[in-house]
């Protein structure tokens, strides 16, 4: 039950804050935050700003395309190795959901980037939603509760997952390539996927 509360929050928050950005409202709110970021960074021609820019790339790469074709391809050799063959639709459905979302997202509101976009990532979509954050989601969920035996406890896979995904989504407002909302709504989104697969689950089925 509670589960299910936090996934009607969550899917409650993607559309408030799908509405606010077509509405256009608190812009100047979402530009003044992400100007503030971008203040407290180091100078981008320092040591130092280059060094965070190599670790930030790392991270970030983790909710990309290439990291959810590993997590999916790799997963699904598992799961089947290990004869979980009802676990690979979920698992893979998963991984899908959250990619078809973010692009249909993207695709309907057409939010342009930020004005500082582009800085040592190249850039090929529009702004809303953040479709790395909610793959990062996704993918750590993934892992975790369909390979790593955590479907008896989806806590421990939402909780890792809420922390890769909130991480990813600081690297894309350190890069200025998403608004923080956009950010915001990539996280929730993530978080209501994750939460359709966690009841009832199919190892649970598979063990009864």
Avoid at 24 to 53: C, H, N, Y
Wanted: charged fraction near 15%; aromatic fraction near 8%.
């Amino acid at each position: 039950m509670v589960l299910i509360s936090l996934a009607l929050l969550g899917s409650a928050a993607v559309i408030l804050i799908t509405l606010v950005i077509r509405l256009e409202a608190f812009k100047r709110v979402d530009t003044r935050l992400l100007d503030w970021i971008q203040s407290v960074l180091p100078e981008s021609t320092g040591k130092a700003r280059k060094k965070s820019d190599t670790m930030m790339r790392d991270v970030t790469a983790l909710g990309g395309d290439t990291a959810t074709v590993i997590v999916a391809l790799s997963g699904s050799a598992t799961l089947l190795s290990h004869g979980n063959s009802l676990l690979l639709p979920p698992f893979l459905l998963t991984l899908a959901t959250g990619r078809v979302v973010g692009l249909l997202l993207k695709k309907w509101i057409q939010r342009p980037r930020p004005k500082q976009a582009g800085h040592a990532l190249d850039i090929f979509t529009s702004s809303f939603p953040s479709v790395h954050t909610a793959m990062g989601f996704v993918s750590s969920f993934a892992i975790v509760f369909f390979l790593l035996s955590a479907a008896s406890a989806p806590w421990i896979a939402l909780s890792i997952a809420s922390i890769v995904s909130a991480l990813i989504g600081t690297t894309r407002l350190y890069f200025a390539i998403h608004w923080p909302l956009d950010v915001l709504a990539g996280w929730f989104a993530g978080l209501t996927i994750c939460l359709l697969y966690t009841s009832p689950s199919p190892r649970d089925r598979q063990k009864s």
